[in-house]
């Protein structure tokens, strides 16, 4: 493979020649022009990866030049050549855009290093740029499965949103999409460009989260031993997604409030406010205006955030979206197979407690478990997944029994299960990290590896 393509734009021929020469003996393919309106012809019938012009062209200015090139590919990397006496205009020339500047008499060495860095650069630009495009197009809403009226309705809300900086409050259950909808905003938004971050407000523990919201100081408390920039610090300039917002503990619902309204932060251990802008996306499982009346979240907090709610409908409340999505996920874990239609009714009927996210895992299992072409109702994983919580009959043994005793098992189980991590074990029986450690508290379970 080639390792780049470029223009050599230079009106002193035998100049231009050694030039060309150079670069085709390192691989590169060259194609030469000795004016500027030839050179921006040849920039407009094919694709380089550089332009090595120099500044002063008989038929143009340089900077003109430079204008046209970049007006047609602003990814374009252009490298000037420069007299002594006209370095003042190369360094203007670099703050229009172009990529480098090199003063005659060149010297081999410097060319080809510069060359190679601005043919890289160009490569790079690019794939970014594809990468982007092709993140964009996932989280579009006309690529989230869903044709339901509902779900159209909040495919609108979306690309109405999406335009502001207006802060969203996502509402769901668990398993129905809000992060997904997060994303699909940030990557509609004026802050496409920058990284999406997101955290889990219910998956660390009230110390550690502040932590990870605000960062801190070196020495801040036993273990700092260097400053750590914190994901509202990371996150200026971008969208920040936080996740179970209803989990915040008071004091750092407090903290979060006053990023939302002096849009500064402290780091832990610190004295210096910092400015942040940052794009707050937010997303509960809870009826939050209950949580307000409970006293439980913080009034003001709540406005803040709820600026603009979005309300995602559980996947029962939409089953006819239920065949796109099998076929959906079908396509994903297994595009040459098939449901039959009895299977697709059963699933069609299921309740989904778990959502979007359970159907996933559902169809993913039976293309894994299953060897057959078409899947049919028995290939369906029929586990706690597939029950119908309403219609759960647990068994009481005639004599009674011990409901603490069997509360502290379930939970020492989930510990077993997650090899001690409390947070996947709060996970797995549906609960939030602080809800799942109060109860470990309660009987009196340590943290450390739970044994088989």
């Excluded at 997604?241 to 251990?269: C, H, M, N, W, Y």
């Excluded at 707050?280 to 307000?292: G, Y």
């Excluded at 219609?391 to 502290?408: L, R, V």
């Excluded at 939030?432 to 450390?448: A, D, H, L, P």
Aim: hydrophobic content about 40%; charged content about 30%.
């Amino acid at each position: 493979m080639k390792p780049g393509t470029i223009l050599v734009a230079e009106d002193d021929r035998p100049q231009r020649e050694i030039l060309v020469k150079i670069l085709a003996s390192e691989g590169y393919d060259v194609e030469q022009a000795s004016q500027g309106a030839e050179a921006m012809a040849l920039a407009e019938a094919g694709s380089f990866d550089l332009v090595l012009m120099d500044l002063k062209m008989p038929d143009t200015q340089g900077i003109s030049l430079l204008d046209d090139l970049l007006r047609m590919d602003s990814q374009l990397s252009v490298v000037i050549m420069t007299g002594h006496g006209t370095v003042e205009t190369a360094v203007a020339a670099m703050k229009r855009g172009a990529y480098d500047y090199l003063a005659k008499p060149l010297e081999k060495d410097d060319l080809l290093l510069t060359v190679k860095r601005g043919v890289e650069r160009r490569r790079l630009l690019s794939e970014n740029l594809l990468l982007r495009q092709e993140v964009e197009g996932k989280f579009r809403p006309a690529n989230i499965v869903g044709s339901s009226p509902r779900m159209q309705v909040i495919f609108e809300i979306v690309d109405k949103v999406s335009r502001s900086t207006a802060t969203v409050l996502i509402f769901g259950e668990s398993g129905t999409g809000k992060e997904l909808i997060a994303r699909a905003i940030h990557y509609r938004s004026p802050r496409k460009e920058r990284p999406f971050f997101a955290i889990n407000c219910a998956a660390f523990p009230e110390t550690l989260l502040e932590s990870e919201l605000f960062g801190y100081e070196k020495g801040a408390f036993t273990g700092a031993q260097a400053r750590k920039v914190g994901i509202f610090e990371a996150a200026s300039g971008s969208s920040l997604f936080l996740d179970e917002v209803g989990d915040l503990s008071p004091a750092t619902q407090a903290k979060v409030l006053r990023v939302l309204q002096e849009k500064e932060i402290k780091r832990v251990g610190g004295v210096e406010s910092i400015l942040v802008d940052v794009r707050i996306l937010a997303a509960t499982n809870k009826d939050l205006a209950a949580e307000v009346r409970k006293g439980a979240f913080r009034e003001d907090l709540y406005y803040r955030l709820n600026v603009i709610p979005i309300v995602l409908p559980p996947l029962r409340d939409r089953a006819e979206d239920i065949p796109s999505l099998i076929e959906h996920f079908t396509q994903k874990y297994g595009p040459e197979r098939r449901f039959s239609p009895q299977a697709m009714k059963r699933l069609i009927n299921l309740p989904w407690a778990g959502n979007v996210r359970e159907l996933e895992s559902v169809i993913e299992r039976a293309m894994v478990l299953s060897e057959k072409e078409v899947i049919e109702p028995e290939d369906l994983p029929m586990d706690a997944a597939l029950t119908v919580p309403g219609e759960m009959k647990p068994e009481i043994p005639p004599g009674g029994m011990d409901f603490e005793a069997w509360e502290k098992a379930l939970l020492i189980e989930a510990l077993r299960k997650s090899d001690g991590v409390v947070a996947k074990a709060a996970r797995l029986l549906g609960m939030s990290y602080r809800t799942f450690q109060y109860r470990m508290e309660k009987f009196g379970i340590g943290q450390g590896r739970v044994q088989s």
